[in-house]
């Protein structure tokens, strides 16, 4: 029996060893008063689009918002579809319906959990107007055949739980025409509430997407479209600068911890029972989430939490089963492969602080489970 609690994530340990230059950093902002865009957010932009080798990269509000407002500038609206996994976040299908477009649902590929290729081609019509890969749980999807699927059709990659992810040595983000990423708390890099970023192959959508972060303004009081308000705070711009010089060592560390988990898998007879995670080959996976397949999963998590073991599940039904989308007629079956995926799917905790006998616990407990 577990001797000791697991968390799922446990960002004091992260907080702790930047807590005084994240003060700073909050300290400058008040003392500057400058609150809504100005120099930290520009400092992050122009940092945020070298780290991703991206032309160009604009602050907002959420990573729902850079999904909303990147749609926005390729002018997805009424009668229109985008195409996009149904193995994903909610928010990837409703920000498209709150555009009036219509989400049209994908299957995954069992190995990456990304978008399928070839499903994705079956998919694609004459009223397409965006392709939305997801690079899920921190790997990339498969770039190469989704950019020659899509064709003419402007691709905007999500890359919420992706940033520092990279196909074939290009970063995510920097493929596809946009790239969303979110800097909710919980992900590679996180500020202190909500943020999100778009980045942009060309100026014409950086001009459009900025125009669109500020109620559609291309000068003061003058409104040529209606855009919303989705500007990044001054005060999480900051934050996230104090912490993008460290996320390739965070990165590392989950990198690790997954090669460690493989291990003690191994060492455990438990590689032939449960499904580990592929690090796909040029699709440098930085385990935003650690994701086994497990038999009995809904047991295997009762188990792990009732010891204080973090353990989630992303995601338990797929989008095109959701109730809110009953309307647009997807049933059981649609997408076969997402639905096996979310009755077996299990994330365990696999942040950069956690300790070689954290992780033993974690394999500990998995491996008294399937022994009773």
């Known amino acids: 029996v577990a001797s000791m609690p697991v968390p799922l994530l446990y960002l004091t340990r992260q907080y ?12 400058r902002v008040c003392d500057s008063q400058r609150f809504i865009l100005g120099a930290e957010v520009e400092g992050f932009e122009r ?61 995954i590929d069992p190995v990456d959990y990304c978008m399928d290729p ?34 003419d059709v402007p691709v905007l990659e999500d890359c919420a739980q992706a940033w520092g992810a990279s196909f074939n040595g290009r970063q ?10 979110s800097f909710f708390p919980s992900k590679n890099l996180g500020c202190f509430g909500d943020g999100g970023l778009v980045t942009a192959a060309d100026s014409e959508l950086d001009r459009s997407l900025r125009e669109l972060r500020v109620h559609g303004q291309s000068g003061p009081y003058q409104h040529l479209v209606v855009g919303g308000n989705f500007r990044i705070d001054a005060l999480q711009a900051a934050i996230l600068r104090v912490k993008l010089p460290h996320v390739g060592r965070w990165v590392e560390g989950r990198r690790a911890n997954a090669e460690r988990y493989r291990g003690l898998f191994t060492n455990a007879g438990l590689e032939h029972i449960v499904g580990l995670p592929a690090a796909v080959a040029g699709r440098g996976h930085t385990f935003n989430q650690y994701v086994i397949r497990a038999p009995r999963r809904d047991e295997l998590r009762a188990y792990l939490n009732d010891l204080g073991i973090g353990a989630a599940i992303y995601y338990p039904l797929p989008l095109h089963l959701q109730p809110c989308f009953e309307a647009l007629g997807y049933g059981e079956g649609d997408c ?13 905790p696999v942040f950069p602080e956690l300790s070689e006998s954290e992780l033993e616990e974690v394999v500990n407990a998995i491996e008294e489970f399937y022994a009773i």
Do not use: C, K, W, Y
Not at 16 to 27: F, G, K, M, N, P
Not at 93 to 103: D, E, F, M, N, Q
Not at 336 to 348: D, G, M, N, T
């Open 172 to 181: 995510v983000g920097s493929i596809g025409a946009m790239g969303a990423f």
């Open 47 to 107: 940092e945020a689009s070298t780290a991703l080798d991206a032309n160009h990269a604009v602050g907002v509000t959420s990573g729902t918002d850079a999904l909303l407002v990147a749609l926005m500038a390729l002018g997805v609206g009424r009668g229109d579809e985008v195409v996009l996994p149904t193995f994903t976040f909610f928010a990837t299908a409703g920000v498209v319906i709150r555009l009036g477009a219509t989400p049209v649902f994908v299957d």
């Open 336 to 348: 076969p492969v997402a639905e096996q995926a979310s009755r077996e799917v299990l994330a365990l």
């Open 118 to 151: 070839r499903d994705l081609r079956a998919r694609i019509g004459d009223r397409t107007r965006a392709v939305i890969p997801v690079h899920l749980f921190g790997q990339a999807a498969a770039m190469d055949e989704i950019m020659e699927a899509a064709g």
């Open 16 to 27: 702790q060893a930047l807590s005084e230059e994240i003060r700073q950093a909050i300290d």
